[in-house]
């Protein structure tokens, strides 16, 4: 089998001529890595735009499913999921609320706080989103056997551990 040749290997080559005195090996990872989010967001954008849905929207939706009945989080948990700004969760269950996928309640536990509950129509939509999300992420994984898989994982683990994106 023929070894494959890409557009990193390409800037590779192009910085040793013009560099040979750098190690420029990062660049086949963090490169491939960069052009590899780009290439997978597209895709996920559009399965996500099939069930009228974004990324960020997806997200959230997941977050709360997979939380388990009630279904329900504090905005804080799910900024925590989602790794975003407290303003950029405000926006997002503003846009989920009008359309009538999640709800907003007072907390149980305190009247001051509030929280996200999934509602039976933003079940039902992530519930119908997540097959063909997984199916898309199967597709883009297709050319990797279980062996690769298994030790893209640990390597990918290992890097983001490395910048501190441990559980909390």
Known sequence: ??????????????????R?????SPMEVIGRLKRLSRLV????????????LDFASFDVLATLRRSGPPY?????RLMQSAMVTSGAISQ????????????RTPSGSDGRSREVELTRE?????????????ATERRILADLDETRTAAFV???????????????
């Open 122 to 134: 933003g079940y039902d939509l992530i519930d119908r989103a997540l097959p063909d999300h997984l």
């Open 20 to 24: 040979p005195d750098l190690d420029v």
């Open 41 to 52: 967001d597209a895709e996920l954008k559009e399965t996500f735009a099939r069930h009228d």
């Open 154 to 168: 640990d390597a990918l683990r290992v890097v983001l551990s490395t910048l501190g994106d441990d559980p909390e």
């Open 72 to 76: 329900r989080l504090t905005p804080t």
């Open 1 to 18: 089998m023929a070894e494959r040749v890409d557009h990193v290997d390409r800037i590779v080559q192009q910085w040793g001529a013009e």
């Open 92 to 103: 997002r269950l503003d846009r989920l609320e009008a359309r009538g996928l999640v709800t």
